[in-house]
């Protein structure tokens, strides 16, 4: 009876959810972070005067984890590059260049 009654409850129980990879589980301890930041930036807003310090530590705190998180995303999905590499200089001289380019097509006249 006993292995009856285990039978039906494994057979109307919902599947097992498959295991998050690491990207999810990134993502949602992003959003995590950011529901940190929204309490802590309250705490900040209605502190009083004694606490205040302890209110800003709490949200750097807060502030500070969730960056880390986003950077290990974004490194994850291959979004960011070292700051100074080749490649990366090359592409801010050539933005910086376009921006500021003494050529006659780009200059206006008046």
Do not use: C
């Amino acid at each position: 009876m006993k292995t009856l009654v285990k039978n039906f409850l494994l057979s109307v129980t919902a599947p097992e959810r498959p295991l998050l990879n690491e990207a999810e589980r990134l993502i949602i301890e992003i959003e995590e972070a950011k529901n940190k930041i929204h309490y802590a930036w309250n705490h900040f807003e209605y502190a009083a005067p004694e606490y205040v310090e302890l209110a800003v530590l709490e949200l750097l705190l807060a502030e500070t984890h969730y960056s880390l998180l986003n950077k290990r995303y974004r490194i994850m999905q291959g979004l960011n590059k070292p700051p100074y590499s080749l490649d990366g200089h090359l592409h801010h001289h050539a933005f910086y260049g376009a921006l500021f380019s003494t050529s006659p097509h780009l200059s206006h006249k008046a």
